[in-house]
Structures are given as C-alpha cells and as structure tokens.
C-alpha cells in the first residue's frame, strides 16, 4: 500500500482497511492508486502460495471491496482514545463489497465511481448491478482484473464476451445472453462470474422475470 501512498487504518479481525486520499496527503489519483495496491497485494499473495503449496500447507485468499466518494478523515474519539480513521457511506459501502466477492467468485470488487476513476490504470469488468444492505438504490458493481494492457488475449476474449452477454441479459435477451455466457467458459474455465450468470439465465429461460424487472441482483450478505 505505501508504494501507492496507502495509508493503513486498522486491522479488524482477519481484515485490514486502509484508505487513500487524507487531507495532509492527498492523491488526486486515489481510486487508481487504491486498485493498483488491491493487485500488488493479490500477485503477492499467489507467489507466498506457491511458498506454501511447495511446504506442503494451506494457499490462502483475499477477497477486497473499494469504494470511492466524500467521508470523515481525522482523529475519532476522545480524549482518552482517539483513532485516525474515516467514516462515512462510501466506507460503509467497500466493506459491503468485500464478502460479494464470495457469490461471484472474484477477489476484488470496486464501486461504480471507483472504476469510473481508476478505468485508465486498470482492466476491469463490468459484473452485474445489485443492491446491498443498508443502502436502497442500486450500483454496478466492477472486478480489477489486471493492470492495464496485461491481460492476455484469452483473458481479454473473455471479459468482452462477458460485457456483451451481460448487455443482453439486461435487455431480457436470455437466450442470447446465455449462449454468450457459455462461451466466456470456453476462453475463462471455471469463471465464477460466467458460471453464475449462466445459472441466472437458464432459471430465466424457464421462468421468465416480472415485467418491473430491472437486472438487479439483491445481495444479503453483510
């Protein structure tokens, strides 16, 4: 995190939050700065695991939520004990973001606005539109899947595929989508996301969606 001028919050059980952009160190580059430390950190982890597959342990994983937008940054608490953190929706709304990691099988999801801001620096893909708790409007949601311009071609193949079935799933075209979804496989084998929007597909090729219906996935994790 500090070779993109991170700064550490805390740690929190198993998690730890970090946050970029302070008033006295500001980065007018933050969301990107945030995505790129979220890879740095994920290929550091994928070179420990080979460490640990080769000693005969456990590879672990990481699954990170970012968000971008306006909060409380300074010195929270009181005289007795004050902490340097920040506070606000956009805060709330990262840690939501991490454990949606677990229904599409991604390791870094980002706001809309943080993609918005880091679209330069960073390969991303558009996932899907949800809700989450404790906010009522929707968001589209984003995975980091690399830096910018190293993704290999299949990779790539995949994600534009992926973008474009995810335009007829939007449109009701389920068939279609699904068709699209199916061949992302072919290129991503075993991609989580494709996998789990072929399953939405098929569910609404038997049973079509309400006439209100508007693509948006409700998540209930917390």
Known sequence: MSNYGGILDKYDGDSVMAFWGAPLLPRFDHAASGCLAALDQHEALARL?????????HPMTTLMGLSTGSMVVGNIGTQSRLN?????DAVNLAARLVPVNKIYQTQIIISERT???????????TLDKITVSGRRE????????AHKGQLNDKRLRG?????????FYFEREFQSALGLFEEVLAYLPGDGPAELMCVSCRSFINTQPDDDWQGITAIQLK
């Open 49 to 57: 695991n080979q460490q640990f597959i080769t000693e005969g342990r």
């Open 84 to 88: 340097y953190t920040v506070l606000g």
């Open 115 to 125: 993609a918005r801001e880091a679209a330069r620096s960073v390969e991303l893909r």
């Open 138 to 145: 929707s968001l589209a949601i984003y995975e980091v899947m």
């Open 159 to 167: 994600r534009d595929l992926f973008e474009n079935a995810l335009r």
